[in-house]
């Protein structure tokens, strides 16, 4: 026991000091659960994992380069268009909300009343977010350049050496303790991996979705709000209210949208959200791992307060984890005390 201890606040203490190198290694460990079923079909085939995972890259670079090739000059213009408007898009924002409501307090005067201070929030969350200075603005891509880097840098250990990591640490655990650590890691591997795979497929189809809505009622920069849907998409509950916020707070800064756009906005969103619900988030992620709702949105707090919007992409997956690994120990060790042979008392002969 005072070795576990010891052990674990080891590990907790190169965790605290590794820090800074927590957000690269948790996107990469997702990535590489979305990318380990190919790993796994390339052991079936006798291929080393070096090569394969190798190969696997270069597929991925080649797909990437297709994709930045069809979809990259319109990303690139309406990404340079938002950033050289940013300035006067912000000085337009109290205008455009006011005007906006104004217009829409003529229509419905309860909802004057009720919508400002939520209006101006998603704005400031956004716009306070949103890197207003070319240092800034630097800064932001030069942090998020090293991320990119590094995420598929550590990806590429885990892809090829994880399976040795984990023989060896079940190798070094007592022999009593061998069999149900490998029935909980090959359950919680398998659910987790499940998981992970259904959000970013369930991402990816909420991205396509809102991308589309949103150029087909014509709304600006459809491109960019749809990833952002789907980026957003991770966390449940708030991740659905930025991107309905943010294609807003566009409408809202557009000349001419007006009422009109903020209410096809809000309909586009609220289709995508019972489409998500009732066929997406079931056919791609099932019944695999459901979180607590209050586990979710404490998750989601901390991951905000400690690494900022990206946190809260990490946050809900990593505290998935969490509760499947409590979840798994407990009832192995349920199972366990029901397998152990109660003490029987003996017969006593005077």
Do not use: C
């Amino acid at each position: 026991m005072r070795v576990g201890w010891i052990v674990t606040s080891g590990l907790l203490i190169l965790v605290w000091l590794a820090r800074g190198l927590l957000l690269p290694i948790l996107l990469a460990a997702m990535l590489a659960y979305l990318l380990g079923p190919a790993i796994t079909w390339a052991d079936t085939l006798a291929i080393r994992r070096t090569v394969a995972v190798a190969m696997l890259y270069v597929v991925i670079i080649s797909v990437l380069v297709v994709a930045g090739y069809l979809l990259g000059p319109g990303l690139f213009a309406e990404a340079s268009t938002l950033i050289d408007g940013l300035p006067t898009l912000t000085r337009k924002a109290d205008t455009g909300l006011d005007a906006a409501l104004h217009e829409l307090g003529e229509s419905a005067p309860a909802l004057r009343r009720l919508l400002p201070e939520g209006g101006r929030w998603m704005q400031r969350f956004i716009l306070d977010r949103a890197p207003s200075e070319p240092a800034e603005l630097f800064q932001h891509a030069g942090h998020l350049f090293l991320i990119a880097i590094l995420v598929p840098f550590f990806a590429f250990f885990f892809l090829r050496d994880m399976h040795r990591i984990i023989a060896l640490a079940l190798n070094r655990l007592p022999p009593q303790h061998v069999e149900t650590s490998v029935a909980v890691w090959r359950e919680l591997n398998g659910a987790i991996g499940r998981y992970i795979r259904g959000v970013a497929l369930d991402g990816l189809a909420v991205a396509i979705l809102a991308a589309l809505g949103l150029w087909a009622v014509g709304i600006p920069y459809p491109l960019l709000l749809g990833a952002f849907a789907g980026l957003a998409n991770v966390v449940p509950f708030v991740g659905p209210l930025l991107s309905a916020g943010a294609a807003a707070l566009v409408v809202v800064l557009t000349p001419g949208q007006g009422l009109g756009g903020i209410l096809r906005v809000v309909l586009l969103f609220l289709v995508i959200k019972v489409v998500d619900d009732t066929v997406i988030q079931p056919f791609a992620i099932g019944r695999s791992v459901h979180l607590h709702p209050a586990l979710l949105l404490g998750s989601v707090v901390v991951g905000n307060h400690a690494l900022g919007i990206l946190g809260m992409i990490v946050a809900v997956p990593v505290a998935t984890v969490l509760q499947e690994t409590t979840r798994l120990l407990l009832e192995h060790r349920r199972v366990l005390a029901r397998r152990e042979p109660r003490h029987q008392p003996g017969h006593v002969i005077v």
